[in-house]
């Protein structure tokens, strides 16, 4: 693409599906020259690294895999986290992208080097690499967060922290704690309350939780998939259609289709009904913010529990860690064996960005976002930041399956490259002034949604940053932001 001397052509940072999408897309674009930095042993991101009990994907398998490359042998409904990541590695072989990773690198920052017009990516092991082009995919839910409670290094059993997890732990005869009430923690509780002695949730805030319709994908159906694959293209549609419609009525469009949100709740609360018998841990289970204001889960299997004799449900506040347990704020300390840390990520604080970034006139991407407002025009790129693109940035994310996000930014990568090479360009960045528009707009979209027009206030969402405000999730319609993506004007960059 372009003739002065770098290491790389291209730079991407991560290689879970965001960073694999990118270099699928490079790779279409002709460009061969690009290394995929991971810190991880491996590939596939947050399906690497997560393998907890429990784990599988919550938006239906059809939908959460590429749409070039479709899967017809999906196991089940929602598939298992160790068949999303056979999948990365099945893309990953038939794309040819293993040869461009390189594992056990750890990114620390990267700077642009105005004069030889290159990024230079620092690992933590003092190397540096140049590049023409510079992608991050580093992830959302990709920093772990730790809760610092007093005392927790004096722990003397074992803590495990979800992203960790030690496979074929065996919680028999053990009494567990699971600090977190996340989509994790509802997928884990019920795998751990099957053998724990005894099992303590501490809840600090309760999620939505709709009934999950999973079952196994019969192989008749996988077969017809396989053979015609329109079949399982029109299977993903209409699931497509499906989130869309509860994304757009309950959630983006709150203050007008209040009914949808209020329909959504109230199954919720209907599922809870039918499956916990005590009217206390009802009460204690049911959410004081409404449905959308932090991602909602599916589960057939997480309210029973909490009938179960040996389950219970702990909402006071943790006070500290001692080596025998918990103590909590009221002064009553709960015995614990194992300590599980369903606690999440750090998203807000550490993911954006994931390392240190410095672009044109020295500006750094984080205190950049935090002094002034999280921003990133089409969720993608960012004024003074030539030749970068941030996957995961303020609103990027579709709030459905992140392929929808993906796949929505290989569109934008390729329009933008597509436009360069027409101009025999080798460099781009986005214009102050598009970025600002693409920012008024957000804002204004989100207004009516349920993050500013209803009640999140109890949510502790990683939806909002710091500041308090929604700028995790794109405002508009899957289809909306497909097209967008695709067709930004090309005047909204600045080339050469
Ligand atoms: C338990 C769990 C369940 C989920 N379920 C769903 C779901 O059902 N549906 C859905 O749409 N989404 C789900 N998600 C969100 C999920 O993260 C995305 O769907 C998707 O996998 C994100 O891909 P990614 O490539 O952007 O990020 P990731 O998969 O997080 O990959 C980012 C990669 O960047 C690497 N990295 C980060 N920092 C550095 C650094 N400094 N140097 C080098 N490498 C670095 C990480 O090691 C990681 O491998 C889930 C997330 C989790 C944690």
Same mark, same amino acid.
């Given at each position: ?118 990024? $230079? /990516? ?6 540096? @690499? +140049? !590049? *023409?082009? &510079? ?49 994790? $923690? /509802? ?6 309350? @099957? +053998? !724990? *002695?005894? &099992? ?50 309950? /959630? ?9 949100? *209020? ?234």
């Amino acid at each position: 693409m372009s003739q002065r001397r770098v290491d790389h052509e291209v730079v991407i940072v991560g290689a879970g599906f965001g960073g694999m999408g990118a270099g699928i897309e490079f790779k279409r674009l002709g460009v061969d020259d690009i290394a995929i930095l991971e810190r991880e042993d491996d590939l596939g991101g947050t399906w690497h690294v997560n393998h907890y009990p429990g784990l599988a994907v919550d938006i239906a398998s059809v939908t959460y895999s590429y749409s070039f490359e479709p899967n017809p042998y999906w196991s089940r409904l929602f598939a298992p986290g160790a068949e999303l990541k056979r999948y990365a590695e099945h893309v990953a072989d038939k794309y040819d992208l293993r040869r461009h990773m390189e594992f056990g690198a750890v990114v620390e920052r990267a700077d642009w080097d105005e004069a030889k017009e290159c990024w $230079a /990516v620092r690992t933590a092991d003092g190397t540096v @690499r +140049t !590049a *023409r082009y &510079l992608v991050t995919a580093t992830g959302f839910l990709s920093q772990p967060h730790t809760p610092d409670f007093p005392g927790i290094d004096t722990f003397a059993g074992d803590i495990i922290h979800t992203t960790a997890w030690p496979d074929g732990y065996d919680f028999g005869g053990k009494r567990a704690a699971v600090i977190g009430t996340g989509a994790t $923690a /509802v997928q884990l509780i019920p795998e751990i309350a @099957r +053998t !724990a *002695r005894e &099992l303590t949730v501490f809840q600090r805030t309760p999620i939505w939780v709709v009934p999950k319709i999973d079952f196994p994908i019969p192989r008749p159906v996988q077969h017809l998939f396989a053979r015609i694959p329109l079949a399982q293209k029109a299977a993903r549609a209409v699931n497509t259609s499906l989130l869309e419609a509860l994304m757009v009525f309950g /959630v983006l469009h709150y203050r007008q289709a209040k009914p949808g949100n *209020r329909l959504a709740a109230l199954l919720a609360k209907t599922h809870m009904r039918l499956q916990v018998r005590d009217e206390a841990i009802r009460r204690a289970l049911t959410p004081h913010y409404d449905f959308g204001c932090k991602r909602p889960t599916f589960s057939n299997t997480y309210f029973r529990v909490f009938n179960q004799p040996t389950v219970h449900l702990e909402t006071a506040t943790i006070d500290s860690v001692v080596p025998g347990g918990i103590v909590l704020a009221d002064g009553r300390r709960v015995d614990v064996d194992t300590l599980v840390l369903a606690t999440g990520f750090n998203l807000w604080d550490a993911n954006f960005p994931a390392f240190t970034i410095v672009g044109r006139d020295g500006r750094d991407l984080g205190k950049w976002w935090r002094e002034g407002r999280f921003q990133a025009y089409e969720g993608i790129s960012v004024p003074k930041f030539p030749n970068f693109l941030t996957l995961n940035s303020p609103y990027s994310y579709s709030g459905l399956s992140y392929f929808t996000t993906i796949e929505g930014q290989m569109k934008h990568i390729a329009r933008l490259f597509g436009e360069m090479r027409r101009r025999g360009a080798t460099r781009f960045e986005v214009t102050e002034r598009a970025n600002a528009e693409f920012l008024d707009r957000a804002t204004r979209n989100l207004a009516s949604s349920v993050f500013y027009a209803g009640d999140c206030s109890t949510s502790r969402s990683y939806y909002f940053n710091q500041h308090g405000e929604a700028t995790l999730l794109r405002p508009n319609a899957t289809l909306t932001t497909l097209y967008e993506q695709a067709n930004f004007p090309v005047s909204d960059y600045v080339y050469s």
